[in-house]
């Protein structure tokens, strides 16, 4: 199996050899179901005798785990909140990512950068450009072709109507700083989900999750079928 070298940002104590590991995001407004779902891929993928580390953000790590504490129940501006969110990252990127990438694991992890773009920016009106420099910072890696910015290679976008997923959030559980957002909120949030998908279509399937949980089911399992990673 060919391997390639690669190392996050200039930290050559990171270098990893990344051989076929395989990194899906999941993301959606609150209350769009995505994680059921999360853990029947994870079944389907060791079902097949792949390793498969399930991860988080904010979160991951430990050190980003205190971190998604306060970003979900303290309140700061939309600036700490996005530099918090990408400090996160950059650990877990460093510390649990990309060393799973490295044993050629499938890492499924519940919202990444795009879940910044979407909240941060479209929800709380962050400069996106800023954003985009906070990500090219954090998510730069070597490899053996020169540096590139790691993303997922496929992110499964669950998108229903806000009105939709507020019903199915009321009565849950207490809801954190997010959840506790007006519809208004989740309507720029999905609208910045959707910019996301038509800047880098290649990378994203829609998943209609206003269907039934089987259907909503049979529709992720497409989308991993269609690229060959799943019989
Ligand atoms: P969520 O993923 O929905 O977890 P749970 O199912 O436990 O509620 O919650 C994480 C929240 O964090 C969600 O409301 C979106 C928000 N978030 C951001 O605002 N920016 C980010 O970059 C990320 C990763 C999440």
């Not at 407004?29 to 994680?35: F, L, P, R, T, V």
């Not at 990408?86 to 050629?104: E, K, N, S, W």
Request: proline share 5%.
């Amino acid at each position: 199996m060919p391997s390639t070298n690669i190392s996050v940002g200039n930290d050559m104590s990171a270098t990893f050899m990344t051989p076929t590991g395989l990194f899906i995001s999941f993301e959606g407004i609150d209350g769009a179901g995505k994680s059921t779902h999360i853990a029947v891929l994870a079944q389907a993928f060791e079902a097949q005798g792949r390793a498969v580390t399930l991860s988080r953000e904010p979160g991951g790590t430990p050190l980003a785990e205190k971190l998604r504490t306060l970003v979900l129940h303290d309140a700061m501006d939309a600036m700490t909140e996005a530099l918090l969110v990408f400090a996160a990252r950059r650990d877990h990127l460093q510390q649990l990512i990309a060393p799973a990438l490295a044993r050629a694991e499938v890492v499924l992890c519940d919202r990444f950068t795009d879940a910044t773009f979407a909240y941060q920016g479209s929800g709380r009106g962050f400069d996106l450009s800023t954003l985009q420099y906070l990500e090219q910072l954090v998510q730069t890696v070597q490899g053996p072709e020169g540096d590139f910015i790691l993303q997922p290679d496929l992110t499964l976008w669950f998108d229903l109507a806000p009105l939709v997923a507020a019903q199915r959030l009321a009565d849950t559980r207490l809801p954190d700083r997010f959840e506790s957002q007006p519809v208004d909120f989740f309507t720029r949030v999905r609208a910045g989900y959707l910019q996301r998908f038509e800047q880098q279509p290649q990378r994203f399937a829609r998943i209609d999750a206003d269907q039934p949980l089987q259907a909503v089911w049979q529709s992720v399992l497409q989308a991993v079928r269609q690229r060959g990673w799943l019989a």
